[in-house]
């Protein structure tokens, strides 16, 4: 057990519409990750949050959007969800922005859409 | 553009016998090289990270190298076990270009099946 949270653990929905996913990462950790994980793209990094702002973003799309709360858990929003969103969603958290420091991953959503 | 590659796509070896998975990147320099395991349906774990100026790093029965040179790290199980039956991903990072610092990039992962 990682020590990050991720729910829900599956989501099945119908092209067009909007979910939000959900992360709390380990005790003391500020930064967390968001990564989508597909058979034919490999595992993608999204955005990264640090201490409730956006860090870095990589490969996400603009129908995608995320925040971090002041308690530091994470959503991940997706809207007009297309056939091709359906995935795993990884939420990882690690104590500071270095990516030397040591990534924790979360058990991930699967995301189904209909 | 950025790219890993993993050597191949699945890895079958007999218990006892040396695993070794090979991590190939082109087009940057990668300040450090990370290696996770992962488990169907579950997320990725750490296991090993190697800084552009090692060789060499150990942990356990894991060995990783890094040869900057050749743009390669290896991954080597010895004394391969079936709980070592996984898929085992490298991720680099990328030097910073106009503000990306720090964002991993994995590769696809190579399945490893260990038979008893």
């Known amino acids: 057990d990682s020590g990050v949270t991720q729910t829900p653990k599956h989501l099945i929905t119908a092209t067009g519409q909007r979910v939000t996913l959900r992360c709390s990462p380990r005790?003391?950790?500020?930064?967390v990750y968001w990564y989508q994980q597909s058979l034919d793209q490999g595992l993608q990094f999204l955005i990264q949050y640090y201490n409730g702002e956006e860090r870095a973003k990589g490969n996400i799309l603009e129908r995608f959007s995320a925040q971090q709360f002041p308690d530091l858990h994470s959503e991940l929003n997706l809207s007009s969800l297309e056939l091709g969103d359906s995935a795993l969603y990884f939420c990882?958290?690690?104590?500071?922005?270095?990516?030397?420091?040591?990534?924790?991953f979360g058990p991930g959503t699967r995301l189904t859409v209909l | 553009s950025q790219k890993i590659e993993q050597n191949s796509e699945a890895l079958n070896i007999q218990e006892g016998k040396t695993a070794t998975l090979t991590c190939n990147y082109t087009?940057?320099?990668?300040?450090?090289l990370q290696w996770y395991r992962q488990d169907p349906g579950r997320g990725p774990v750490f296991l090993l990270l190697i800084r552009e100026n090692e060789k060499e790093k150990r942990k356990e029965r894991l060995k990783v190298t890094f040869d900057t040179t050749l743009k390669q790290s290896l991954f080597h199980i010895t004394a391969s076990q079936p709980a070592d039956s996984a898929t085992y991903l490298c991720?680099?990072?990328?030097?910073?270009?106009?503000?990306?610092?720090?964002?991993?990039?994995f590769g696809k992962g190579t399945k490893l099946s260990v038979k008893p």
């Open positions: 005790s003391g950790d500020l930064s």
């Open positions: 087009n940057y320099s990668p300040a450090y």
């Open positions: 990882a958290s690690s104590v500071g922005v270095g990516t030397t420091d040591t990534q924790y």
């Open positions: 991720a680099l990072d990328f030097r910073t270009y106009g503000g990306s610092q720090g964002n991993l990039i």
